[in-house]
């Protein structure tokens, strides 16, 4: 088990760090314009999977958000169940707001500046 801190998250890593080890399902991002499966109706769409935030998808959340116009909306989509606590503290040390959560449905804002 290691510790690494990034622009995006604490990262806490074990089994996948490991050399030869299986690696996690990777995400995408849904192409613009595409929001099947969108509950929010939000301006863009990111599917993080099984995946927790310590695999990866903070990146590419912090990725798609620096690109966001200010007060542009996000839905993640993320089954496991440490996302909804490491999204929260995510928003809370970077100014963006976690607007609402159903189940594995999370809707993002872009902070304003």
Not at 15 to 25: D, I, K, N, T, V
Not at 83 to 92: G, I, M, N, Q, Y
């Given at each position: 088990?290691?510790?690494?801190?990034?622009?995006?998250?604490?990262?806490?890593?074990?089994?996948?760090?490991?050399?030869?080890?299986?690696?996690?399902?990777?995400?995408?991002?849904?192409?613009?314009?595409?929001?099947?499966g969108s509950i929010?109706?939000?301006?863009?769409?990111?599917?993080?999977?099984?995946?927790?935030?310590?695999?990866?998808?903070?990146?590419?959340?912090?990725?798609?958000?620096?690109?966001?116009?200010?007060?542009?909306?996000l839905e993640v989509?993320?089954?496991?169940?440490?996302?909804?606590?490491?999204?929260?503290?995510?928003?809370?040390?970077?100014?963006?707001?976690?607007?609402?959560?159903?189940?594995?449905?999370y809707l993002l804002?872009?902070?304003?500046?």
């Open positions: 088990m290691g510790v690494r801190h990034t622009e995006t998250s604490l990262i806490i890593w074990s089994a996948y760090a490991r050399e030869g080890a299986p690696q996690p399902p990777t995400s995408q991002a849904a192409p613009p314009g595409s929001l099947a929010f109706g939000a301006d863009q769409l990111f599917d993080a999977g099984d995946q927790g935030c310590a695999f990866g998808p903070l990146d590419e959340i912090a990725r798609i958000m620096r690109r966001m116009q200010p007060g542009q909306t989509h993320a089954t496991d169940p440490t996302v909804s606590a490491d999204l929260t503290a995510w928003c809370r040390m970077t100014g963006h707001t976690l607007v609402e959560q159903r189940g594995p449905h804002r872009r902070k304003e500046s």
